[in-house]
């Protein structure tokens, strides 16, 4: 039940208020948010870089409704990548855009607004040999953002789409995005979703979650599969073997501050990781989203909010591990 009332308060400006005016939870979201700052970001990416993962960095904000917010966040992703050209770290990055943050939803020519924007962002991205992904939001921007990736991607045939395992549309998504070649992001769906268009439960997401594992790894795509569950990422295994896939005709997604140790038995066994470093003021909705999936993340929030604590020290229990995960031939925990 805590779930879909957190996914709920993510979107309440009320509640906005309230968490982001406090200093200690500004101070426990950077359990999963790299900073404020472009400086934060590059650093946190550097980082991750020289432990041998690969990163895609998001510029927080969400659900842009005045125009001169929508150009500053296209700035905002400007800047960053020409500051990982200069850090020499735009190689191993891509980045990952929210269209609502570039104006999607405006009122007035939203599609328009966001399409040029990301355009600007990419033109930007391909000076510098940097990829972009678009993030998917909730169901209400399928089509459009789906849309956007594939006029996109006539110009930047890299550009990548997200796809959300507990839509119930996105098993014809999948298939009819299997045959473009394009790079696809699977993840299991993190927004709150009306019963008509997603799964309620969480066995049959996970179902349509293997099952797109198996229809991206069959595909002319390049599968990007977003998650830490490590069942799923031994079935994405199992299935790039079958399907002669090598270890790096794909790769594994992981959120900044999660699963370090599996990201780690991935790429000693000759894997790819990359992982999603989100950065900047406008952290809140993400952050109640990253509760929301785990309830050990509630509880070890509350427990710091009791506390008083002060400094955001990780959870004591498995947060950094997502169970054993077997890459090539081997088991990881
Ligand atoms: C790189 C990346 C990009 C993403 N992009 C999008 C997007 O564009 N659109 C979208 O809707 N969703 C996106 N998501 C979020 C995704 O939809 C899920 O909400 C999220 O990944 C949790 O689901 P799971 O696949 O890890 O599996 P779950 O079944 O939720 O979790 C499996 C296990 O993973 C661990 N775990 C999961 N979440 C957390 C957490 N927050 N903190 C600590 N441990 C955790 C736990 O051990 C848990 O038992 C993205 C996720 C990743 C990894």
Not at 252 to 273: C, D, K, N, P, W
């Amino acid at each position: 039940m805590l779930g879909p009332t957190l996914l709920r308060a993510s979107r309440s400006p009320r509640m906005r208020n309230a968490v982001e005016s406090y200093r200690l939870t500004r101070k426990l979201a950077t359990r999963f948010v790299a900073g404020e700052t472009t400086d934060d970001a590059i650093a946190a990416a550097s980082a991750l870089h020289r432990s041998g993962r690969a990163t895609t960095i998001d510029v927080l904000g969400e659900d842009v409704t005045d125009l001169a917010s929508a150009r500053q966040t296209r700035d905002a992703y400007v800047e960053l990548l020409y500051r990982l050209h200069e850090a020499a770290a735009a190689a191993p990055s891509e980045v990952s855009l929210k269209l609502t943050a570039v104006g999607q939803q405006l009122p007035r020519n939203g599609e328009d607004v966001a399409l040029q924007h990301a355009r600007e962002i990419c033109t930007a991205a391909d000076a510098v040999g940097c990829r972009v992904t678009l993030d998917m939001e909730d169901h209400t921007t399928v089509d459009s953002t789906l849309a956007i990736g594939a006029e996109l991607r006539r110009t930047f045939p890299l550009v990548g789409n997200v796809l959300q395992a507990n839509l119930r549309r996105t098993v014809d998504d999948l298939a009819a995005l299997a045959s473009s070649g394009a790079r696809i992001r699977l993840v299991k769906g993190a927004y709150r979703e009306p019963r008509e268009v997603a799964f309620p439960r969480k066995i049959q997401v996970d179902e349509a979650y293997r099952d797109g594992i198996t229809t991206l790894m069959g595909s002319r795509c390049y599968p990007m599969i977003a998650t830490h569950d490590p069942v799923m990422l031994n079935e994405a295994r199992a299935r790039a073997e079958r399907a002669g896939r090598g270890p790096t005709d794909w790769e594994v997604q992981m959120l900044y501050g999660v699963g370090r140790q599996t990201q780690e038995g991935i790429i000693a066994s000759g894997g790819r990781v990359r992982v999603y470093i989100p950065f900047g003021t406008d952290w809140y909705g993400y952050f109640m989203r990253r509760l929301a999936e785990r309830p050990a993340n509630v509880a070890f929030f509350l427990r710091a909010l009791v506390k008083g604590q002060t400094s955001p020290t990780r959870p004591p229990s498995r947060s950094d591990t997502c169970g054993p995960v077997a890459i090539g031939s081997q088991m990881y925990r």
